[in-house]
T-cell receptor
Framework: GQQLNQSPQSMFIQEGEDVSMNCTSS?????WLWYKQDPGEGPVLLIA?????ELTSNGRLTAQFGITRKDSFLNISASIPSDVGIYFC??????????????FGTGTRLKVLA | NAGVTQTPKFRVLKTGQSMTLLCAQD?????MYWYRQDPGMGLRLIHY???????AKGEVPDGYNVSRLKKQNFLLGLESAAPSQTSVYFC??????????????FGDGTRLSIL
């Protein structure tokens, strides 16, 4: 099945550092979603992006909708231990006629060292 | 403030047994989804529903069946469980959107092991 490519796959960082991750596709998307999954729980929506070039913040998190519409970026500033988890990007599948289906990236696993 | 509730949270089955996973949402959402999550593979869509009484296949539907008899419930069935179906199963729902793609809301998952 089709999936989005996320980079990096995993990262260890020190508490207080900034984090950057991205999500890329070979197809154009009209929506980008960023989710976080804590261990043992379901994904929770962090940020939704609907326009190319859009830059949206949610606390220490900032996400951008790439101007090519084929990528998106998520930044976390001044990381803290509770930022640990898996971050997924997602978007409505460009391979179906409707917008019912969403496809998900393979995730970036973040570990924060105190 | 329930959102999406999945039952059970854990289950161990023997090969060949059957079971049903229940998903319930209290947000009056039209669309509901079942995914499975395996290590290193993200979320893969099994089946989905765009409204009460309707279902459709996702990318990995084999071995599963679904039903949506009531708008708030979406059931996932395994008729004859196989070890390859060992996974974490997530249910999600979302509203229809006017001119925009509404995000999905997820349950906390059902961890299923097939021996």
């Amino acid at each position: 099945g089709q999936q989005l490519n996320q980079s990096p796959q995993s990262m260890f960082i020190q508490e207080g550092e900034d984090v950057s991750m991205n999500c890329t596709s070979s197809s154009i998307f009209n929506t980008w979603l960023w989710y976080k999954q804590d261990p043992g729980e379901g994904p929770v929506l962090l940020i939704a992006l609907y326009k190319a070039g859009e830059l949206t913040s949610n606390g220490r998190l900032t996400a951008q909708f790439g101007i090519t519409r084929k990528d998106s970026f998520l930044n976390i500033s001044a990381s803290i231990p509770s930022d640990v988890g898996i971050y997924f990007c997602a978007g409505p599948s460009p391979f179906t006629s409707g917008t019912y289906k969403y496809i998900f990236g393979t995730g970036t696993r973040l570990k924060v060292l105190a | 403030n329930a959102g999406v509730t999945q039952t059970p949270k854990f289950r161990v089955l023997k090969t060949g047994q059957s079971m049903t996973l229940l998903c319930a949402q209290d947000m009056n959402h039209e669309y509901m989804y079942w995914y499975r999550q395996d290590p290193g593979m993200g979320l893969r869509l099994i089946h989905y529903s765009v409204g009460e009484g309707t279902t459709a296949k996702g990318e990995v539907p084999d071995g599963y069946n679904v039903s949506r008899l009531k708008k708030q419930n979406f059931l996932l069935g395994l008729e004859s469980a196989a070890p390859s179906q060992t996974s974490v199963y997530f249910c999600a729902s979302r509203p229809t959107g006017k001119g925009s793609n509404q995000p999905q809301h997820f349950g906390d998952g059902t961890r299923l092991s097939i021996l």
